[in-house]
């Protein structure tokens, strides 16, 4: 009987044994869970330019799934904010920084994104300036730049002035004395695209450093602190200034989208064109032979040195991202010279690179290589002038407003004092809704 109880025992152990060992022989063969990054993106383009960048990560981190979603600019900042009011996955963000500023002063965005990717040392590569327009006034390096929209500039047609005999304006003085000039050769002196409401304020932001001594950024957030009043002398001839710009636009101007603006600059209706380096693809498609343009530093009022408003394309991560320095591992896969150069070449739209080295590559400088190198190089120039866009510091309901009064004073008729009158008023009742983004200075 006590033999039979030992060989039953046995058994038992052999056979629990043998449980153990396929179970631990399964768990062994299973793959491990699979972690997952969650991409939102404003590009239009990423499709084209993303997947290299995701199978090369994956060769590193097989086991990760990368998702991505494109939305419209303005449908990601309510994606993106019903998304994190409601805690659903999303790790990254790779949009303009118009809407990234917000996110970052709400608490949305990490603030130790560069130390996630090794300090400071690994901005070297990239021009100062992008780094600036991605830094935050609380010195934090929000994101990492993929490109800089470079600089809102005046371009000219060379051909045009040259046969008039006009030389590139330094000053404002000089640039409405040439465009009386223009007028007298039945050319319009310029054109931008005002059927496109987002481009408005890009006017008074070409007026503002020459009015503040080159202190925009300061003059602006302390017009948002309430420090000044958005209805002040130096804000009504901020506005005289913008208001004077327009009266030497082509007829029509307001209604005209950035593609026919830069038709009418390409086909020499109009001598100079306002906007920034996105439209050069567009202008030399509509070009004809023989066609060419340079770019204007300034012009400038006092002899202050040239500013230039412009922006960056960022990537950032969530201040929820699951796992923040899986973020950074991807992040840097995809800010590599060579990603960021495949990017750029797969893209229809034109923008300037955020490394310096990507400056001497076949598609920034033989045009052999890429027909518009040349005037990408021409804008290079701008660069070391480039500031942050001012209407990337103001709440959206200023921009909104700034955007309204301007378009109402351009199409219908207004003042200086009028726009600003508005502007003003909307800062108040940001004040009164406790909305402003800075503490009030006591009165």
Partial sequence: MKKKKRLMCLVGMVSLVIILMVICSINAGASPEKKKLVIYSSDTEIDKWIPPI?????????????????????NMEVAFKTAYAAGEQVDMLCADMHPLWYFYKFGALRKDLIELL???????????????????????????????????????????????GLSAPRTFDELYSISDKIKQSGISPMVFPGGDRWWWTCIPMLMIPYRTNNKGKEFVVNTMKGIIRYDNPTW????????????IMMPGWTSLS????????????????YHHPISIGTIVRYAPEGFDFDVILGPVRDNLKPQHVGGTYNWVI??????PKLCASFIKVATTDEALYYRHTHMVRTYLPAVEALWNTP????????????????????MPYTVRFYNHYWESEIEEAMTAALEKAFTEGGTAEE???????AHEKLVREGKTWFPQAKK
């Fill in 54 to 74: 995701i199978k090369k990560f994956n060769s590193k981190y097989p086991n990760v799934k990368v998702e991505y979603m494109w939305y419209k600019l303005a």
């Fill in 118 to 164: 090794g300090g400071k040392d690994y901005l070297k590569r990239f021009i100062p300036t992008v780094v600036e327009a991605s830094t935050a006034l609380d010195g934090t390096v929000v994101g990492v730049p993929i490109h800089s929209s470079a600089a809102f500039t005046i371009f000219y047609n060379t051909k045009i002035f040259n046969e008039l």
């Fill in 236 to 247: 009504i001839q901020i506005m005289k200034d913008s208001l004077e710009f327009g009266k």
């Fill in 258 to 273: 950035l593609d026919a603006a830069c038709m009418a600059f390409a086909k020499g209706k109009a001598a100079m064109y």
């Fill in 318 to 323: 969530t201040s929820t991202a699951k796992d």
């Fill in 363 to 382: 598609w920034f400088s033989d045009p052999k290589t890429n027909p518009l190198a040349p005037y990408l190089q021409k804008c290079k120039k701008l």
């Fill in 419 to 425: 726009i600003c009158a508005a502007v003003q008023a």
